[in-house]
């Protein structure tokens, strides 16, 4: 086993029976990044190349959720979530701009593998603090009745649902409406 999935089965990281559909859909698409990384360490030329490619795809659609449905109303919740969100959409930035360079590139060069490393350890950093802080200060809010997680989850559900199928289709993911870094106010 790799130096990631291992992290599926501990603390925050587990699916727990109180978590909701938002948190599940979120958590289990983190287990799959972090087996998938994992695989990524042990592999070479096309086996990892089609990993990176399939980790590319997956985050692109992961990230589009999130922003598009949870952040945004998570973003309400307070100055701390807000700050929480904000971070973690200069996160997804930094990733995107990982994963064009990653999807530019055939395998063969010398610092493919890197850049696969790179996002992972990137990656990993992310989910973990989102499946810890993130996520419990939304279950905290659901709890309060400040926002519905199962009613966010059936929206993050049919979102990705018709991301994936819209890259059936056509090939790339369409129009999204996801975080641009500028928009978020400086500190």
Do not use: W
Not at 51 to 63: D, F, N, P, S
Request: glycine share 8%.
């Amino acid at each position: 086993m790799g130096k990631y999935a291992g992290r599926n089965a501990e603390g925050d990281h587990r699916i727990k029976p109180d978590d909701h559909k938002a948190i599940v859909l979120l958590k289990d698409e983190h287990h799959i990044f972090r087996t998938l990384f994992d695989r990524a360490e042990s592999q070479q030329g096309e086996a990892l190349t089609a990993t990176a490619r399939e980790l590319c795809l997956r985050l692109a659609v992961h990230m589009t959720i999130e922003e598009e449905i949870l952040y945004p109303a998570l973003k309400r919740l307070g100055s701390e979530e807000k700050d929480e969100v904000n971070e973690g959409a200069v996160e997804h930035a930094s990733g995107k701009a990982l994963c064009a360079e990653i999807e530019q590139l055939d395998g063969t060069e010398e610092l493919f593998k890197s850049k696969v490393h790179v996002l992972g350890e990137e990656t990993v950093h992310h989910i973990d603090e989102e499946d810890g802080e993130l996520f419990e200060a939304a279950k905290q809010a659901h709890a309060d009745g400040k926002i519905d997680l199962d009613a966010i989850g059936e929206r993050l559900r049919a979102r990705q649902r018709q991301l994936y199928e819209q890259v059936e289709r056509t090939g790339d993911l369409g129009e999204t409406h996801e975080v641009q870094v500028e928009e978020i106010p400086s500190a």
